[in-house]
């Protein structure tokens, strides 16, 4: 066992000569979390473990709803929460899909949480039926927000400011 621990040891040391230490530091530094949910906070690393699945712009959007709901942590969001609350623009089946691996990881009951509200009983199977009946909603009721989907250039100015937050957290 510790001729393993040693061996990894030497080849994590081989891999920040080839790439370089403030590369891996950047991936393995909570400093630089994508993912930040009041005080807990999961690099790249860190959520790749977890999930299985890369970090990037999902890992933000997370971040986002978190904030959003002034949650402290994922079990705190969990609580919080609710299908309807996360159906926002963006916020996709990747997205939801991070978020359940995430929950499962700190052993929360996803199904549980998915099964909230009325949608079960409206016919709603799937993450993407239910978004889309949240914002057929939304488009009757005439709650769009300010610079929403139908506002001229919306979709350029969106695509920009999308990619500007992405390179400022340093995804390409």
């Known amino acids: 066992m510790a001729d393993r621990r040693q061996e990894a040891v030497n080849g ?13 530091a950047h991936y393995v530094d909570r400093a630089n979390a994508p993912l930040v949910c009041g005080d807990q906070r999961l690099s790249y690393v860190d959520i790749a473990q977890r999930t299985g699945l890369p970090a990037g712009r999902t890992a933000r959007l997370i971040s986002e709803a978190a904030a959003g709901h002034r ?22 089946s990747g997205s939801i899909l991070m978020l359940f691996r995430l929950w499962e990881f700190e052993g929360l009951d996803v199904n549980a949480w998915a099964k909230q509200g009325d949608h079960w009983r409206d016919g709603f199977t799937t ?14 009721t005439h ?12 979709r350029k100015r969106a695509l920009r400011e999308q990619k500007r937050a992405d390179r400022k957290a340093g995804i390409s």
Do not use: M, N
């Not at 994590?12 to 891996?24: E, P, Y």
């Not at 709650?143 to 919306?154: I, L, M, N, S």
């Open 127 to 140: 993450w993407v039926t239910y978004k889309k009946r949240e914002q057929d909603a939304d488009t009757r």
């Open 143 to 154: 709650k769009q927000p300010a610079g929403g989907p139908r506002e001229k250039g919306y």
């Open 71 to 92: 949650a402290k942590s994922l079990r705190d969001l969990y609580d919080k929460s609710s299908p309807s609350s996360l159906a926002v623009h963006g916020f996709g």
């Open 12 to 24: 994590f040391a081989h891999l920040k000569v080839f790439c370089g230490a403030s590369t891996i």
